[in-house]
């Protein structure tokens, strides 16, 4: 049989190629993305053995930064990774990576890989942990999403149980929650929820969850197996300041079928409201005043 002869894999062309411009930060240095290499011996490549972080920076700042900073250095403990730097060198880093781009909004992509290694999952076979920063633009959800809400189905695939990989580490491995968006896709939802497995309700693929019901504002506690969102800390603390009482509560999906209010909190998208699951409405399928009155609120906060 003739085939066809085939393109090279080399000269195809990729629409979602970065910006030849940007300049990223790897171990150490600042590079142009183009000239910026990751090793196919990299165990962060070939296991998925290493940690990150996404953060936002909102008019030249970086929101948050301390707690990210902490929260990267426990994922990495966890994973008994030695992050070869201080945290205030990952300040810098980052503040270096932000100031090349002229990044004045955007998002921080910090990242810690186990770096180079022999084939082989022990840790002793990779010794130079390898630290990225990348300061860029940041995809978001379109602002009509925040108008009409989210339609989201639950996930068949469960959120990784706590005596796997904790949820609390954020992990180079997503594919969880990639393959729970996956199933929101398919169903042409736009998002999914994922439940532990004792049938709890945990989080979005990359979103903590709130619902609201009869003046009680309730999120999974983090014992379900969530990550320990700081988004979801912040609208906790801002709730409580708007004498809302707020609790940290086991939920089925009953619950989020029949709450009067729900929404999603996390760094990329901050407070984006729920307004069905599995096609069920949530109350009349609107937004909610609660979740508008706390998307201003949190609004407020990252602005000042
Ligand atoms: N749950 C999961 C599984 C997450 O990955 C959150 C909750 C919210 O946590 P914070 O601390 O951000 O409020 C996350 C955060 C990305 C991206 O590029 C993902 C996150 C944050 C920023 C960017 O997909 N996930």
């Not at 959800?141 to 959120?159: D, K, S």
């Not at 005596?163 to 169903?187: G, H």
């Not at 609790?247 to 999906?253: A, F, Q, V």
Request: with cysteine; hydrophobic share 40%.
């Amino acid at each position: 049989m003739i085939t066809a002869p085939q393109p090279s894999l080399s000269t195809r062309v990729n629409p979602f190629a970065p910006d030849p411009n940007l300049q990223v930060w790897q171990d150490g240095e600042l590079i142009p993305v183009t000239e910026a290499k990751v090793s196919v011996f990299d165990h962060g490549l070939l296991y998925g053995d290493g940690v990150f972080e996404g953060i936002r920076i909102y008019n030249g700042k970086i929101f948050k930064e301390a707690e990210h900073i902490e929260r990267i250095y426990e994922s990495a403990k966890c994973i008994a990774l030695e992050i070869p730097m201080t945290p205030e060198q990952m300040r810098v880093a980052m503040r270096q990576a932000m100031e090349a781009n002229n990044i004045v909004d955007g998002y921080i992509r910090l990242l810690v890989t186990r770096g180079v290694g022999l084939l082989g999952i022990a840790i002793q076979k990779a010794a130079c942990p390898s630290v990225i920063v990348i300061a860029a633009s940041i995809e978001l959800y379109p602002a009509e999403v925040y108008e009409r809400g989210l339609n989201c189905i639950t996930a068949g695939t469960l959120r990784n149980h706590p005596q796997t990989v904790s949820p609390r580490v954020k992990s180079l491995n997503y594919l969880n929650n990639i393959l729970a968006k996956l199933e929101a896709t398919n169903a042409g939802a736009d998002e999914a929820i994922l439940f532990n497995p004792n049938g709890y309700a945990t989080e979005g693929t990359g979103d903590n969850l709130f619902i609201y019901k009869k003046g009680v504002l309730h999120t999974p506690p983090v014992s379900c197996g969530i990550l320990d969102g700081i988004t979801r800390e912040i609208v906790m603390e801002l709730a409580t300041k708007r004498g809302i009482e707020v609790r940290e509560s086991l939920l089925i999906r009953h619950d989020i079928y029949v709450a009067d209010e729900v929404f999603l909190t996390g760094t990329a998208a901050e407070i984006v409201p729920v307004v069905s699951l599995d096609k069920r409405l949530i109350k009349d399928g609107k937004p909610g005043p609660i979740t508008k009155q706390l998307t201003e609120d949190f609004i407020a906060y990252r602005s000042n």
